[in-house]
């Protein structure tokens, strides 16, 4: 009898146990977890739309449901795991905040989206290979253009003489024509609804003249009041010694003779032509030109921060910040937290791990080393096992 009477009561005590998570499934389950929150693209014209998506994970087996608001713009739905945004029609940062639910706990995050006045497409670079050819020779041109809205550039080719293989894409050929002379071959970048354009010389000469192989810039694209080296490779087909002499529309040469030199750019952005002349003994010259484009440096753009949002107490997470130059320049991370530390970082990776629990903010900053630089921020909560 004592025993029935005991065993009554181990069920009664597990009954009391379980009750809740029977009437309440949600219980003792954690809330969903976002691992993914971003803006395609991150930068967008003033009026213009980008693409937002969540992915969430729960512990629970219950759906998760998305939620949306923003203060300014227009967002195609309230709902569902990705949606649009249009941006109102002044430019500045605007934040788009997304609430996941399992129907019991939910979870609230952020994205920022930056945006701009309309900008022409931005030439980086534009090379011809070789820069000198004789008569009737032939030379590869091509161009390297960026827009913050779109990748597919429209690239229309124009020539001052001569012939071109394409009037159309990012590489064209031009054929010389039967007289020697320096030539123009300009392309036109559209993105659709503004446009550049950007123009490079190639010199024609006579079969006796000296021939320009290659004429180059470490950099094509230089930040306002920096140096970069130039150098001249040229041949005589007659085997005449060569002298090199340099000249530069703009901007500064620190030296003007020698196959290799350094420029300094202006202190305003423009396009500079660097002019390599090259005489032989016979006083037979050539003449090779190179486009360099001189930029004052932009705020980098942050598309992303991402990684874990929670962690254990000695347990590193790796988290991953992508961050974009507006004008090619490279980019600089530099990283640090509210507590804890950071075991290892490269580039735009790091690894992160605290040995107390509690709520750590993870900061990031992206800079193109001049004065302007964009920051990102991440909430990680660590628990202790």
């Known amino acids: 009898m004592k025993f029935i009477k005991s065993l009554a009561g181990l069920l009664m005590l597990v009954a009391l146990m379980i009750a809740p998570f029977a009437l309440f499934p949600g219980c003792g389950?954690?809330?969903?977890?976002?691992?993914?929150?971003?803006?395609?693209?991150?930068?967008?014209?003033?009026?213009?739309?980008?693409?937002?998506?969540?992915?969430?994970?729960?512990?629970?087996?219950?759906?998760?449901?998305?939620?949306?608001?923003?203060?300014?713009?227009?967002?195609?739905?309230?709902?569902?795991?990705t949606v649009y945004w249009t941006a109102p029609s002044t430019k500045g940062s605007y934040t788009i905040v997304v609430i996941v639910s399992d129907g019991s706990q939910s979870v609230s995050n952020t994205v920022t989206v930056y945006?701009?006045?309309?900008?022409?497409?931005?030439?980086?670079?534009?090379?011809?290979?070789?820069?000198?050819?004789l008569t009737g020779g032939s030379s590869v041109?091509?161009?390297?253009?960026?827009s913050p809205y779109t990748s597919d550039l429209i690239y229309t080719w124009v020539a001052g003489g001569g012939s071109l293989s394409s009037t159309s894409g990012r590489i064209v050929t031009w054929t010389a024509p039967s007289v020697a002379g320096t030539y123009n071959i300009t392309v036109v970048i559209s993105d659709g609804s503004t446009s550049t354009s950007s123009t490079i010389q190639i010199v024609c000469s006579d079969p006796?003249?000296?021939?320009?192989?290659?004429i180059s810039s470490v950099k094509t694209t230089v930040a306002?009041?920096?140096?970069?080296?130039?150098?001249?490779?040229?041949?005589?087909?007659?085997?005449?010694?060569?002298?090199?002499?340099?000249?530069?529309s703009a901007g500064t040469l620190l030296s003007n003779l020698g196959t290799t030199v350094t420029w300094q750019a202006p202190a305003t952005a423009r396009t500079t032509i660097i002019t390599c002349e090259v005489v032989n003994t016979k006083s037979a010259t050539a003449a090779?030109?190179?486009?360099?484009?001189?930029?004052?440096?932009?705020?980098?753009?942050?598309?992303?921060?991402?990684?874990?949002?929670?962690t254990t107490a000695?347990?590193?997470?790796?988290?991953?910040?992508?961050?974009?130059?507006?004008?090619?320049?490279?980019?600089?991370?530099?990283?640090?937290?509210?507590?804890?530390?950071?075991?290892?970082?490269?580039?735009?990776?790091?690894?992160?791990?605290?040995?107390?629990?509690?709520?750590?903010?993870?900061?990031?900053?992206?800079?193109?080393?001049?004065?302007?630089?964009?920051?990102?921020?991440?909430?990680?909560s660590v628990t202790v096992p």
């Not at 004052?296 to 990684?307: E, N, R």
């Open 224 to 248: 306002i009041n920096k140096t970069t080296t130039l150098t001249c490779e040229a041949t005589d087909p007659n085997g005449y010694a060569l002298s090199y002499s340099w000249s530069a």
């Open 141 to 146: 041109i091509s161009c390297e253009a960026t």
């Open 288 to 310: 090779g030109t190179l486009n360099i484009v001189a930029v004052v440096p932009g705020q980098p753009v942050i598309s992303s921060f991402t990684g874990p949002n929670t």
């Open 29 to 81: 389950a954690l809330p969903p977890i976002i691992t993914r929150l971003v803006a395609d693209p991150a930068a967008i014209p003033v009026e213009g739309t980008t693409m937002i998506s969540c992915e969430a994970t729960s512990s629970s087996s219950a759906n998760l449901t998305y939620t949306w608001s923003a203060e300014h713009g227009t967002l195609s739905s309230t709902s569902g795991n």
């Open 314 to 380: 000695g347990s590193p997470i790796t988290v991953t910040c992508n961050a974009t130059d507006p004008d090619d320049l490279e980019i600089f991370y530099r990283w640090t937290s509210s507590g804890g530390g950071y075991t290892s970082s490269s580039s735009n990776t790091a690894q992160w791990s605290a040995l107390t629990g509690g709520n750590y903010t993870l900061t990031v900053e992206a800079s193109n080393g001049g004065s302007l630089s964009a920051t990102a921020t991440k909430e990680v």
């Open 208 to 214: 006796s003249d000296p021939i320009i192989t290659r």
């Open 115 to 133: 945006v701009t006045d309309k900008t022409s497409p931005i030439v980086s670079t534009i090379t011809a290979n070789p820069t000198t050819v």
